[in-house]
């Protein structure tokens, strides 16, 4: 099957005309209208920005006519960036829970959770300043300004003349 053919396809399948589509996808009217009408064949930016507004079209089915029209769900293992993560049941507790009696250490129990000491240290204002400086070098850019001068004016009038005073002529 031809790109023709499966932009036909998703022009129906989404319910929209060749305007509608054109406008969708952000192409011109008229690129798509030399594609449906065999005039062109659409080009790799057309099939990418169809791919980029169309996110659930198999990019192998619409370039290489192969597979299905949809991309596959796939269940993963591995959680994504949305899935959410209960850190009730973390693997340290199982693991503090697994050991052998002799080897828990006597701030920790079996039956508590591990006891965290985090000791916090003040930091001198000279450490602050040091820290600043140390940020304003690394992200701050610096900028140089060179000192400027006026070399030349050029004053403009309405009945089209006009007057030029240079910095070495006394005015």
Same mark, same amino acid.
Not at 29 to 41: M, V
Not at 136 to 139: L, S
């Given at each position: 099957m =031809?790109?023709?053919?499966?932009i036909e396809i998703?022009?129906?399948?989404?319910? &929209? #005309?060749?305007? /509608?589509?054109? @406008?969708?996808?952000g192409i011109k009217?008229?690129?798509?209208?030399?594609?449906? #009408? =065999?005039?062109?064949?659409p080009s790799l930016d057309v099939l990418k920005k169809i791919l980029g507004r169309f996110q659930k079209i198999n990019p192998e089915w619409l370039i290489l006519d192969a597979g299905k029209m949809y991309r596959p769900v796939i269940n993963s293992q591995e959680p994504t960036l949305f899935d959410i993560i209960e850190l009730t049941d973390s693997n340290s507790d199982n693991y503090i829970n697994k050991m052998p009696e002799k080897s828990i250490p006597e701030n920790?129990?079996? #039956?508590? @959770?591990? @006891?965290?000491? &985090?000791?916090?240290?003040?930091i001198t204002k000279i450490e602050n300043e040091n820290v600043t400086k140390i940020i304003? /070098?690394?992200?701050v850019p610096k900028i140089e300004y060179k000192s400027k001068s006026i070399s030349r004016i050029i004053i403009y009038y309405d009945d089209n003349t006009f007057e030029e005073f240079d910095s070495k002529r006394s005015v």
């Open positions: =031809d790109e023709k053919s499966k998703l022009m129906k399948e989404f319910n &929209l #005309n060749s305007a /509608q589509f054109a @406008e969708e996808v009217n008229s690129t798509l209208s030399h594609i449906l #009408n =065999d005039r062109n064949k920790v129990s079996n #039956n508590s @959770e591990p @006891e965290v000491k &985090l000791e916090s240290t003040p304003e /070098q690394v992200f």
